[in-house]
């Protein structure tokens, strides 16, 4: 897949703040799909009424997790080791909290390099040449600290909505990107989240 840097920000953009919900791996076609309740806009009208959406990576070639109990800063934080199948139940125990930071695709290695000695699960999957990656987390709001890190390194990747129907990835970005502005903008469409309009230079 040919991630085009544009893409690939508007991508980011549209992932932010995004709650990340559940996981399904199989390894049989090395596909990971990953469920997010995702904050989007259409170019007119209100925000949809359910927002779920699935990102499918294909070509999987590898996932990496580092469960940790502990905050993500916490260098002695104990690893929790992980088998694959106990990845999805894992994500769920989060209870969906949202992922943000702005990148999540194809980060440099310095990002990862931070936990990757300190792997709870290293999986290779399927065939693919894993020339994409997608970096992800969760961590507990209440309760001892947990810390979860995940990374998905894949080939194609696609969205599709709640209604289990394929969106473009251009669309998606778009839709992402018109709620961040529609934010900034104040508009009353994209009240009720609890996010404060974002003072960044970076803004889409």
């Known amino acids: ?44 009208g209100p925000e949809p009424e359910d927002r779920r959406i699935v990102l499918s990576c294909t070509g999987v070639s590898r996932i990496v997790a580092s469960l940790r109990n502990g905050v993500a800063e916490d260098d002695d934080a104990e690893v929790v080791p992980l088998r694959l199948e106990e990845l999805p139940a894992t994500v769920r125990s989060f209870g969906s909290q949202p992922i943000y930071g702005w990148e999540f695709l194809d980060l440099p290695s310095e990002g990862w390099n931070v936990w990757r000695e300190r792997a709870s699960l290293d999986f290779p999957v399927g065939q693919g040449r894993g020339s994409h990656s997608l970096d992800l987390f969760q961590h507990t709001v209440e309760g001892p600290p947990r810390h979860l890190d995940l990374r998905i390194e894949f080939d194609e990747l696609s969205v599709t909505d709640a209604a289990e129907e394929e969106v473009s990835l251009a669309a998606f970005a778009a839709g992402g990107q018109r709620w961040w502005a529609a934010l900034a903008a104040g508009d009353p469409r994209v009240e009720g989240h609890g996010i404060r309009p974002v003072d960044r230079g970076e803004q889409p």
């Open 1 to 44: 897949m040919d991630l085009s840097d544009e893409l690939r920000a508007g991508l980011d953009v549209a992932l932010n703040e995004a709650d990340f919900c559940d996981v399904r791996v199989n390894e049989r076609t090395g596909e990971v799909r990953l469920l997010f309740v995702a904050l989007t806009l259409p170019e007119e």
